[in-house]
């Protein structure tokens, strides 16, 4: 019997239908919700009609013309596009475990997306509208300046000349675009977005999958921020190389608590943000200078060892050589004699994501697997390979959202430290992240420097 | 620094301003929203304005004509009330740390809403418009018979002639009912639920308290059903009086197993459930026999007695007596070392809660402080008595919920289990439940039976 993930409390398969305008935020969304259930461990993918556009058309660009509804070749060659979307998302429903797809096209006319409720109805998938209705100027016109221009349509093309044809292309789509109608679609299950979340509208939901990826979806916000990330400065136990327990920094990690308002502040500039901290000890004592208002989350305590909190490795492997082993078999979904697995963490964490998406500058100083975890649904980094990330102590790390990623910063404190990096199918730690300058992030290959940037 | 509930993310006071024509059920939601707020330990209050005009015209019952707008003296009496109950509000704001209120009333002018709005802003309280806006009539007749006929404005009065009175009383508000409007209100922070949740129109919802309220009031539903509550059968542990770890039942424990399904087949007939257990070993044993559908929730576990783990009362009054005894003082607050309170504990249940009210016939099989939790939020009991009551081993219970609280039925299976129960002040439990015949249910001072009934 497997233990409860969200996916598994009813049996169903859902298709969520994006609907909009071009430059409304449907990828931005459609990509939000595939990362998030994807990080829940729900079989999730988005079916972008775009993509296959491009594929089926070849290399060629197409201007504003080839979307005029009166183009009745490349109307076939869209609909085409449509069609293998469809095809490819049913046999992924059925071929491969499917759970929630999002069909990720503008689905603008009523004809269109009653063709994909038959569909989906005949397959035994619940279809969910998800429109995202926009008449705020400035949020089109940034959208369209932020991704549209970046699109594969227009690449080398001159940033100008695109944006004129971008919004040609969306006055051919507007002339035959019916949004959904609180009484003609009134039977179906449908969540309007009307300016980014400002007004929600909500019709017959049925489901708890769908209820949490709705709720999810109000929760989002477009509004530019920061989070930082940081493990507690070098504790006792570390120096032990004891897991778990709750003891106090050691003198290099009261070192980096008195450097971590400066990292900090070069870092944010003069921006208001607000720290979180675990409830131990170490997560207090590293947050202990720091000029901002501080919030204790017991969701942000470290991945509970059980039977083996306080042992070292070496003891693990000596005492429980088969739980040792079974850990480096599949660290995610190894469970510690009464304690957690990773994924255990994944779902108490759920709640500080969503207040994470809520909020806007936030500055989590956490534990080594709970970091992981975080970090990894921002990164979208896949559930075999989050455990197993680094993460060194004394290193802040900056995550920028931005519209089809995350840009990443690491800033090192320049404070030795041991290495709690434990590689698998060993129990030695290593000496020392700083010293021994031995990059093993899995998120790039470029040396270390101070201030290194990644990208999703 | 306090550990994070939901309240304390952002220093916000709420007022949710019902907005409704009479029978729309907004008692029943307010009633709901205070109580799953204050399991959560937000200070939450309902105002029923209907309660303020009764104390102010007396035990006289106001037949429909009272409620004709046209009639200026009773109109007066109604403004005096409605004056009273937001005079009381913003009191309880000020002088008592309030939290979240609940201004339950009609509201159906534009008038009063604006009045309401403009109170609330003088005072910095967010205002929050809840709507419930109902045009199916089979729902509005099952709610005026099964709750207003009880109202105390028609005590000791013939249901049918109650029954056309309130609908007279109704028709006088249609005639000056204006609904929250989509562009009139646009700058508003608000929520329609149209026929219970069927529709659900959000707006400008800011802040985290108010998205809380919003998911909460998205997920309850008005079927009937039932949930069932049952500790795991007597276990190993529980014979050796040591309280966590993760042992098997005992023999006893096994014939509770053997017996449950029958209990649960003579309580819930042929209706079709779901069983949920913990992840642990004892609860699963407990369900082996059931037929119906398992799921397993890592959020059911007992709560973690953290270093204490493993041990009986007397070990631990002996080794850790300061805090055997400040878990005495507080066992709300109290956290283990290393391990959880039973704050904890409810902040981790929330999710099943959530989930529990979208559900319909749920039997839950966990542990005694889980159980507890659980049973607080349905009954309604207070922080300090919760870790306190009696839920012995061998029980079904089984809760009905109803408009205004839920009906509860205790079903023994006659057979001998220890009593876990330790009184306040000692390290001692008693020695069995059934034998000992001593009730110490906070909940009813009725003598035990076999089936036996309480309510809120």
């Known amino acids: 019997m497997p233990v409860y993930t969200v996916s598994n409390v009813q049996n169903i398969r859902v298709c969520v239908v994006m609907v909009g305008l071009p430059a409304r935020g449907k990828s931005f969304i459609s990509q939000k919700i595939v990362r998030y259930l994807s990080w829940l461990s729900i079989q999730a993918k988005c079916f972008n009609v775009g993509n296959y556009r491009r594929q089926h058309a070849g290399a060629e660009q197409p201007n504003a013309d080839f979307f005029d509804f009166g183009n009745k070749e490349a109307y076939k060659i869209r609909q085409h596009a449509v069609t293998m979307a469809v095809e490819d998302m049913m046999r992924w429903f059925n071929e491969k475990g499917g759970v929630v797809a999002i069909l990720d096209a503008t689905n603008s006319t009523s004809e269109r997306r009653e063709w994909i409720l038959k569909l989906c109805r005949e397959n035994a998938i619940e279809p969910m509208f998800l429109e995202s209705w926009c008449d705020d100027q400035d949020l089109i016109l940034r959208n369209i300046s932020e991704v549209k221009t970046t699109s594969p349509d227009y690449q080398?093309?001159?940033?100008?000349?695109?944006?004129?044809?971008?919004?040609?292309?969306?006055?051919?789509?507007?002339?035959?675009?019916?949004?959904?109608?609180?009484?003609?679609?009134?039977?179906?299950?449908?969540?309007?977005?009307?300016?980014?979340?400002?007004?929600?509208?909500?019709?017959?939901?049925?489901?708890?999958?769908?209820?949490?990826?709705?709720?999810?979806?109000?929760?989002?916000?477009?509004?530019?921020?920061?989070?930082?990330?940081?493990?507690?400065?070098?504790?006792?136990?570390?120096?032990?190389?004891?897991?778990?327990?709750?003891?106090?920094?050691?003198?290099?990690?009261?070192?980096y608590a008195s450097k971590l308002p400066e990292l900090v502040k070069r870092s944010a500039g003069d921006v208001d943000l607000t720290v979180w901290t675990s409830t131990l000890v170490r997560t207090g004592e590293t947050a202990q200078h720091l000029p901002y208002k501080q919030l204790q989350w017991k969701a942000l305590d470290e991945l509970d060892a059980g039977v083996c909190d306080g042992m070292t490795y070496e003891e693990i492997e000596e005492i429980y050589p088969e739980d040792f082993k079974a850990r480096d078999d599949n660290k995610y979904e190894y469970r510690y004699r009464g304690g957690e697995s990773y994924r255990d963490v994944v779902i108490r964490l759920e709640p500080i994501i969503m207040e994470l998406e809520r909020q806007e500058n936030i500055l989590i100083i956490t534990h080594q697997a709970v970091l992981r975890c975080i970090y990894a649904y921002f990164m979208n980094v896949p559930q075999e390979e989050s455990p197993w990330m680094s993460i060194p102590l004394h290193t802040l790390i900056k995550l920028e959202p931005r519209a089809y990623g995350t840009n990443v910063t690491r800033i090192k404190a320049n404070i030795p430290a041991v290495s709690t990096y434990k590689e698998k199918g060993t129990s030695q730690v290593g000496e020392s992240d700083l010293n021994s300058g031995n990059s093993r992030s899995v998120l790039t290959s470029a040396p270390e420097l101070n201030e290194q940037q990644e990208s999703t």
Request: aromatic share 8%; no cysteine.
């Open 156 to 255: 080398g093309i001159d940033p100008d000349v695109a944006t004129k044809d971008f919004l040609e292309r969306i006055s051919k789509y507007e002339s035959v675009y019916e949004p959904l109608d609180e009484e003609v679609d009134k039977d179906k299950t449908f969540v309007r977005l009307i300016n980014v979340a400002q007004q929600v509208i909500i019709n017959r939901i049925e489901t708890y999958l769908e209820s949490r990826i709705v709720f999810y979806v109000m929760n989002l916000h477009i509004r530019p921020r920061s989070i930082w990330l940081s493990r507690h400065g070098e504790s006792i136990y570390n120096v032990e190389k004891k897991i778990g327990g709750d003891s106090h920094l050691s003198p290099r990690g009261l070192q």
